[in-house]
């Protein structure tokens, strides 16, 4: 990709609500070898319903699939997407990392169409900490659907806009002492949740500050995603300032 892809109404949307969705964004053959890999890995038959239905609502798989190998020319290509936000050459090169996401078929199923959206009314968070309660520091977003994902089939669900409140929370606080108490006073005050779903190949590129949870999984199939989180050169000597200024360092975008 030497020309930008992606048209100014869509950089303009994603610095107002945080989050753009791009249909068709990858190659069938990347995406196919990433997902015979997951499928290969998690110890489930996927074409088994009830077998899903009995086990967890979903497994997260941060880089350790049988083989990351196929997760690389992926994350290539999103870098190329994430770049047309932060400006060329703005983002550290990625390897095979990744964290494949999948949530399986919670056996129930819609019949009210006010069934929640989220499983806990979920677990709406921001991504500031990692799994082990580190800082986690990283700009942009990349969830890429490797299999077709219908609505209430767990698809990604965010909360457009409140990369902005988020930002307001934490122009006065610092990131070490964020907690999900702030999540909670900014979707109380107002925010309504935005489910994502789309045939395989879908991508959703999302801001670091956005509120964001996995959707209830209504459906038959599981859900699986793949994670790329793409981090500035210099993310971490910024990030207090980013955290407040949630565009400050990105070339790729009107402020
Ligand atoms: O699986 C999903 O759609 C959400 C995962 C998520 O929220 C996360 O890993 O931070």
Not at 40 to 51: A, G, I, R, S
Not at 111 to 126: A, F, I, K, L, R
Not at 185 to 196: C, K, N, R
């Amino acid at each position: 990709m030497t020309e930008d892809v992606l048209t100014r109404e869509q950089r303009d949307r994603f610095v107002h609500n945080g989050f753009v969705v791009l249909r068709n964004a990858i190659p069938q053959a990347l995406l196919d070898e990433a997902l015979a890999v997951a499928t290969k890995t998690v110890p489930e038959d996927l074409n088994d319903f009830e077998e899903m239905a009995a086990g967890p609502e979903d497994r997260h798989y941060w880089n350790t699939l049988d083989d990351m190998a196929p997760f690389r020319p992926l994350n290539d290509h999103l870098q190329e997407y994430a770049e047309e936000f932060v400006g060329t050459g703005g983002l550290v090169s990625p390897d095979e990392f990744a964290q494949i996401a999948v949530r399986y078929p919670t056996g129930e199923f819609s019949s009210t169409p006010d069934h929640p959206m989220t499983t806990t009314h979920g677990n709406p968070h921001v991504d500031i900490f990692d799994e082990s309660g580190e800082l986690q520091p990283f700009t942009i977003a990349a969830t890429t659907y490797l299999e077709d994902v219908h609505p209430r089939g767990g698809g990604l669900t965010v909360w457009p806009g409140t990369h902005w409140r988020i930002a307001e929370y934490l122009s006065e606080h610092s990131l070490e002492t964020f907690s999900n108490e702030a999540v909670k006073q900014v979707l109380d005050s107002g925010a309504s949740p935005f489910e994502v779903s789309g045939p395989a190949g879908t991508v959703v590129l999302w801001h670091n500050l956005l509120v964001h949870t996995g959707g209830c999984n209504l459906g038959r199939q599981p859900r699986i995603a793949s994670f790329t989180r793409f981090r500035r050169h210099d993310e971490e000597e910024t990030s207090q300032n980013a955290a407040r200024n949630p565009f400050e360092y990105w070339d790729g975008v009107e402020k």
